[in-house]
């Protein structure tokens, strides 16, 4: 297999009773993309992340990461072998500082179990400290170090996203996916998240997204798939897809599409 491809799903199939929400897909996401995945309410996009990351066993097909099958394999495994994701709605602790925030997904590249964490012990103290000074350095890296004693709740929604965000990073992962990142935001707040994606990029990492908004989409992907009532129908470069009559026939009806156009 060709090492390039980081995200590989064949034939990805997800069935709940009679309705089939993710039919044969095929994606492949190479290293260094910025790859969005894009199609109208329940197409079966978040499924489709759901299938990748474990949380859903797939009916049919298979997921690569580099090449190496981890298909069903449970959601904390494929945490650990590199895919971290966020969810379509904000899970930060409120009440809980930035760091603390960050150290939470830490807690998944270190050996601390339970008893170390109740009895204090040394492996527990050193993770401790491993994982401030990661958190820190996370922060930092991503330009969020001012905020690490807020309390997460207390931060503009904007903010917010870009922690969440950066708490994913703290499994160190090798893609990250994002579930509609922009939805909710001001055009100020998507702007300002759509460099936050391309500075996350240009330091390395692949990024896979899901996203209503048109525009953040086509300025900030490489690549783009469709998909439509669980079937991908479409796949291409951000100007390929504009131009897709089909694209646009899922988004607005047969007849309107070619008079309204996709803007971006
Ligand atoms: N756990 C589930 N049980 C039953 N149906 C589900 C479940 N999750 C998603 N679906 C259905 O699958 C379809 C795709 O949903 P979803 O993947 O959430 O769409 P999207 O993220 O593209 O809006 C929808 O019809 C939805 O109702
Ligand atoms: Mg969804």
Known sequence: MDTKILLEARSATKKFGGLTAVNAVDMQIN???????????????????NMCT???????????????????QPSDVIAHKGIARTFQNIKLFKYMTVLDNISIGSHINTKTSIIDAVFHTDTYKKDEEYIKETGMEI?????LEKYSDSLAGNLPYGVQRKVEIARALAV?????????PAAGMNPIETDSLMSFIKMLNSMGYTIALIEHDMKFVMNSCNRIIVLNFGEKIFEGTPEEVKNSVLVQEAYFGKGIAVSRGLSA
């Open 31 to 49: 290293k260094g993309d910025i790859f969005g995945i894009i199609g109208p309410n329940g197409a079966g996009k978040t499924t489709f992340f």
């Open 139 to 143: 922060l930092h890296q991503v330009g």
């Open 54 to 72: 474990g949380f859903y066993t797939l009916d049919k097909g298979n997921i690569f990461l580099e090449g190496q099958d981890i298909t069903n």
């Open 172 to 180: 160190k992962p090798k893609i990250l996916l994002l579930d509609e």
